[in-house]
Nanobody, 133 residues
């Protein structure tokens, strides 16, 4: 799976920014998808993730720091995953990475491991998000 992130840029605190990630190469719907971010001098951290259960729908996970403000979504027909960033804060400034993993993860396994970078096999190149105060 190849991933290409886009949509980053400069946004004012309290505004809105949408990141997009285009996937190609394999059956995208079989993979779990997530967004991580990395600020200068810090480790890469989990932001949001989605487990697609097919006809059962999907389960989303969010870091506490973005819960209620960010929304992850995916369009399997278009092979894209998005991150809507509502009311961003200056501390959200970072390089954002989309990632995919699996495709054989069970819901139970993913529920316990979604925040770990090591379970994801494919990473996009990252897109810079800068939030001004």
């Amino acid at each position: 799976v190849q991933l290409q992130a886009s949509g980053g840029g400069l946004v004012q605190a309290g505004g809105f920014l949408s990141l997009s990630c285009a996937a190609s190469g394999r059956t995208f719907s079989n993979y779990v998808v997530a967004w991580f971010r990395q600020a200068p001098g810090k480790e890469r951290e989990f932001v949001a993730a989605m487990y697609w259960s097919g006809r059962s729908g999907s389960t989303t996970y969010y870091a506490d720091s973005v819960k209620g403000r960010f929304t992850i979504s995916r369009d399997n027909a278009k092979n894209t995953v998005s991150l809507g960033m509502n009311s961003p804060k200056p501390e959200d400034t970072a390089v954002y990475y989309c990632t995919a993993g699996g495709p054989s993860y069970t819901g139970n396994y993913y529920r316990n491991n979604y925040y770990k970078t090591q379970i994801y096999d494919y990473w996009g190149q990252g897109t810079q998000v800068t939030v001004s105060s």
